[in-house]
């Protein structure tokens, strides 16, 4: 590759020539025109002290300019590395000030796009784990429904002469599981109408106690053997009912899954609670039981795919209140939310 010159030394040289053609030319009019040969080379010699002085001036001046070129080519250098450029730098020229200006934008254009950039790298690796604890979560909750489906639906295929009465229950069985495939479907619907902001509330007044009363009655019939007493008062709100009807039959099934013991929901004037006497959660956990997908290894708190909870804390969002835990491990838990 052919070796260029630095900008000093490209200076110096062309400077140079031009100085000793012109040295050489006027000494030889000097000593043609002057008659004194003494003063001819005193002219000569301070002719050439004049250029020495003149090419110094220059080298330095050049300097100075090749040393600001060399700042920006460093920066230029190390532009998707360099955090920011030392603004106290103050160039000789006019135009390479106004170079390190225009310099100093377009890094700042570039920190802001490779910021941007950062951060939806950022969420997009969020989004893709939390895809794939979905899936995860989809297999999880899918798998022992589908097996129990796919184990009675083999034998009742295979055992012709399997008496009624276990018929009976085996078909049961498959429907039950059937159900709760539905359920699993519908929660993860309307996550995705939640993650997609598809959701709008649909608001009308009604008594928030009367509900509670239908929700209970519907989830007896499911756990017949449970005790689930309701206290408080008729209260009338201003909510979305179906929403809210979500609210609480995730709550209550919850504190049904997770205790033995009967569940007391009260209603108050302000606030309604649902207290079990269950197997309660860690302080540690309180705050992460209501993310998307959470799953705690403490007494299997799975969460139903970890959407359950946040599906109540997004409902409630956007009724502008939001779920209180208080909870105990291992001797219960309350969840409450303003009305």
Same mark, same amino acid.
């Given at each position: 590759?052919l070796?260029?010159p630095?900008?000093?030394?490209?200076?110096?040289?062309?400077?140079?020539s031009? /100085?000793? @053609?012109? #040295?050489? +030319? &006027?000494?030889? $009019? =000097?000593?043609?025109?002057?008659?004194?040969?003494?003063?001819?080379?005193?002219?000569? /010699?301070? @002719?050439? #002290?004049? +250029? &020495?002085?003149? $090419? =110094?001036?220059?080298?330095?001046?050049?300097?100075?300019?090749?040393?600001?070129?060399?700042?920006?080519?460093?920066y230029?250098?190390?532009?998707?590395?360099?955090?920011?450029?030392?603004?106290?730098?103050?160039?000789?020229?006019?135009?390479?000030?106004?170079?390190?200006?225009?310099?100093?934008?377009?890094?700042?254009?570039?920190?802001?796009?490779?910021?941007?950039?950062?951060?939806?790298?950022?969420?997009?690796?969020?989004?893709?784990?939390?895809?794939?604890?979905?899936?995860?979560?989809?297999?999880?909750?899918?798998?022992?429904?589908?097996?129990?489906?796919?184990?009675?639906?083999?034998?009742l295929?295979?055992?012709?002469?399997?008496?009624?009465?276990?018929?009976?229950?085996?078909?049961?069985?498959?429907?039950?599981?059937?159900?709760?495939?539905?359920?699993?479907?519908?929660?993860?619907?309307?996550?995705?109408?939640f993650e997609?902001?598809?959701?709008t509330?649909?608001?009308?007044?009604?008594?928030?106690?009367?509900?509670t009363?239908?929700?209970?009655?519907?989830l007896?019939?499911?756990?017949?053997?449970?005790?689930?007493?309701?206290?408080?008062l008729?209260?009338?709100?201003?909510?979305?009912?179906?929403?809210m009807?979500?609210?609480?039959?995730?709550?209550?099934?919850?504190?049904?899954?997770?205790?033995?013991?009967?569940?007391?929901?009260?209603?108050?004037?302000?606030?309604?609670?649902?207290?079990?006497?269950?197997?309660?959660?860690?302080?540690?956990?309180?705050?992460?039981?209501t993310?998307?997908?959470?799953?705690?290894?403490?007494?299997?708190?799975?969460?139903?795919?970890?959407?359950?909870?946040?599906?109540?804390?997004?409902?409630?969002?956007?009724?502008?209140?939001?779920?209180?835990?208080?909870?105990?491990?291992?001797?219960?838990?309350?969840?409450?939310?303003?009305?």
């Open positions: 590759m070796h260029r630095h900008f000093k030394e490209y200076v110096l040289a062309r400077l140079i031009m /100085a000793a @053609l012109i #040295f050489i +030319f &006027s000494s030889v $009019i =000097f000593l043609l025109v002057i008659n004194d040969a003494t003063v001819a080379w005193s002219a000569i /010699a301070l @002719l050439g #002290f004049s +250029f &020495s002085l003149f $090419i =110094f001036a220059i080298s330095k001046g050049a300097k100075r300019m090749q040393n600001e070129l060399i700042t920006i080519n460093t230029l250098q190390d532009l998707e590395k360099i955090e920011t450029i030392d603004y106290q730098t103050h160039f000789f020229t006019k135009e390479f000030e106004e170079i390190k200006q225009n310099l100093i934008q377009v890094l700042k254009g570039a920190k802001k796009r490779e910021d941007l950039k950062q951060r939806y790298n950022a969420k997009l690796k969020l989004k893709n784990r939390q895809r794939a604890d979905m899936l995860s979560a989809i297999a999880h909750e899918f798998r022992n429904p589908i097996a129990s489906i796919m184990g009675y639906s083999q034998t295929n295979e055992d012709k002469d399997i008496p009624v009465e276990l018929r009976e229950k085996f078909l049961a069985k498959i429907y039950n599981n059937g159900n709760k495939i539905e359920a699993l479907l519908s929660r993860l619907i309307l996550w995705n109408k997609s902001g598809e959701t509330l649909h608001k009308s007044e009604f008594d928030i106690y009367t509900l009363q239908e929700v209970i009655r519907s007896e019939e499911k756990y017949k053997s449970r005790s689930i007493k309701l206290k408080g008729s209260v009338n709100v201003t909510l979305d009912r179906t929403l009807e979500i609210v609480l039959k995730n709550l209550i099934e919850n504190a049904l899954k997770y205790s033995k013991d009967e569940v007391s929901i009260v209603v108050h004037s302000d606030v309604l609670s649902i207290q079990d006497k269950g197997v309660g959660i860690r302080s540690q956990d309180i705050e992460k039981v993310k998307k997908f959470y799953r705690s290894r403490t007494h299997n708190w799975d969460n139903s795919m970890g959407l359950g909870l946040s599906i109540v804390k997004t409902i409630l969002s956007l009724h502008g209140t939001k779920l209180e835990i208080e909870s105990q491990l291992d001797e219960g838990s309350i969840f409450s939310f303003k009305l």
